[in-house]
């Protein structure tokens, strides 16, 4: 007699619990957070010059002083949150962040307000890379994950859509710091929940935290992040320069010193896997696009169309609940299609978004920006959530904090990129087009100037959306050039 022996089925990866999702909502309160810091410091600008009177350096570091210490502070605080636990340095950091903000709003002088930005800016880098670690280490089932990396990226256009009406609202009432206590109650409640709903995690065999990668990091990604916006706002002269080439040079030698570390903060080994760079390149081109255009539909909306910025400020909502569908469309796609038509898709969406910007007209434009913002947006999320996806999940739960912090480095840097080659692209038209105007695209004034920048306008967006279209194709082709049967891809 012959006996059978039956196997019972491996179980899969743990599915997400209720504490799991209700975690997920205390780790979208940061990402809320940071993408409305983002817009209300807009809005509060002309009443904060006015009685700050900040000189135009100042002004340029209140603006961006935040953008270039985030950047910079990225990479230590991800491998700071292996080591230390990322559950407790998201705490410590929303807890600064909260303190911080209360230092900005009561700013008595633009150094003051200069130093509270740059105090964000560190704070503000360790929330996005705990709460994408997190995120890795909470939902390890892939359908789990990839829907609350849906929820984490909607809570930044639910952001994006909530900060025009907040900041509207309080600088009507209020003086212009008080944009900037938003952030207060916000960190109460992730401080209160945290503890509670998170659970704590690192790496048990991290070594201590390199200070001279810590260094090199900063001090690279804030040199090439200074650099690009400076030429990308017209002021490349020879600091600007060698700014530029001193992030690039200090890059190569953190590069390299990773390269010879036992234990290096990321595994720079995951390069040499299509899986891994395909989606993180797409995602920063995607980002260097969305950077580019974001800076050009401002300036239109204003210079061209003449809307004060308080509704340039507004009309930019429709495009944010764009992004908040495709962020909640994307992972439900994910469960019915492959990851790599999806991806390309998504990123063909996108670039027909772009495409019709190049529609727009010198008089009346605000229905195709509409149009077209709706659209990249849509696209532009489910490339962001699958991105995401396959780039965390490409490494081991316990380096998950630096691999974050590596995604969110290269899409700044890439928003970075995206401003200064098609900003001067865009100035270069513009240029051409208005002999003598020196390229001052934020100086169009007259008819003939408004339909030279409408000219760089539509310029960059064709550019956008053709390569974009470009990495459409690259992303389906080579995603699906992986061996059979190694996962969803």
């Keep these: 007699m012959t006996i059978l022996a039956v196997t019972a089925p491996s179980a899969g990866p743990r599915r997400a619990g209720a504490r799991d999702w209700a975690g997920l909502a205390v780790l979208a309160l940061p990402c809320l957070l940071v993408s409305m810091d983002a817009h209300v410091l807009n809005l509060a600008l002309p009443a904060l ?27 230590t605080m991800g491998a700071l949150g292996d080591r230390i636990g990322r559950r407790r340095l998201l705490l410590a950091g929303g807890a600064a962040f909260g303190c911080a903000s209360v230092l900005a709003a009561f700013a008595t002088s633009a150094a003051m307000l200069i130093a509270a930005r740059a105090l964000l800016g560190i704070a503000g880098a360790t929330l996005m890379p705990s709460t994408l670690s997190l995120i890795r280490t909470m939902f390890r089932d892939a359908r789990d994950r990839t829907v609350a990396l849906g929820v984490w990226t909607a809570s930044f256009a639910l952001g994006g859509v909530l900060a025009p009406v907040i900041a509207g609202l309080l600088l009507q009432a209020f003086w212009w710091g008080s944009v900037f206590l938003v952030a207060v109650p916000l960190m109460a409640l992730l401080v209160v929940l945290g503890p509670v709903l998170l659970p704590e995690f690192r790496d048990p065999g991290a070594a201590r935290v390199d200070a001279l990668s810590a260094g090199l990091s900063l001090l690279a990604v804030l040199g090439a992040v200074y650099g690009l916006k400076r030429v990308a706002q017209g002021d490349g002269d020879a600091g600007a320069g060698l700014a530029l080439a001193g992030g690039l040079v200090l890059g190569a030698l953190f590069v390299r010193r990773q390269v010879r570390q036992a234990d290096p903060w990321v595994d720079l080994a995951l390069f040499r896997r299509l899986r891994f760079t395909l989606p993180l390149a797409t995602n920063a081109l995607c980002f260097f696009v969305l950077y580019g255009t974001q800076f050009f539909v401002a300036l239109y909306l ?28 994307g992972p439900i796609a994910a469960r019915r ?23 727009v007209g010198p008089g009346s434009g605000l229905a195709v920006v509409v149009a077209g913002t709706v ?10 959530v699958l991105s995401t996806e396959m780039t965390v999940a490409a490494a081991p739960p316990e380096r998950a904090g630096g691999l974050s912090a590596l995604v969110e480095t290269c899409a700044d840097l890439g928003g970075a990129l995206g401003i200064a ?3 001067s692209l865009g100035a270069a038209v513009y240029r051409h087009a208005v002999p003598g105007s020196a390229g001052d695209l934020a100086g169009a004034r007259g008819e003939g100037a408004r339909e030279a920048f409408t000219l760089a306008f539509q310029v960059v967006e064709g550019v956008g959306a053709g390569l974009l279209a470009v990495v459409a194709v690259a992303a389906v082709a080579g995603l699906r050039l992986r061996r059979r049967g190694a996962g969803p891809w």
Excluded: C, K, N
Excluded at 61 to 68: C, E, H, P, Q, R
């Design 49 to 75: 010059a006015a009685e700050l009177r900040p000189t135009s350096v100042q002004l340029l570091w209140i603006v961006d002083g935040y953008a270039f210490l985030l950047g910079g502070a990225l990479m």
């Design 302 to 329: 204003q210079l061209v169309l003449g809307l004060s910025p308080l509704h340039a400020g507004l009309w930019t909502i429709p495009s944010a609940l764009g992004y908040l569908a495709g962020s909640v469309l």
């Design 421 to 423: 080659v098609l900003g």
């Design 337 to 359: 299609e492959p990851h790599a038509w999806l991806m390309g898709a998504s990123v063909a969406v996108a670039a027909t978004g772009f495409g019709l910007l190049t529609q």
């Design 375 to 384: 659209v990249f947006s849509v696209g532009l999320a489910p490339v962001y």
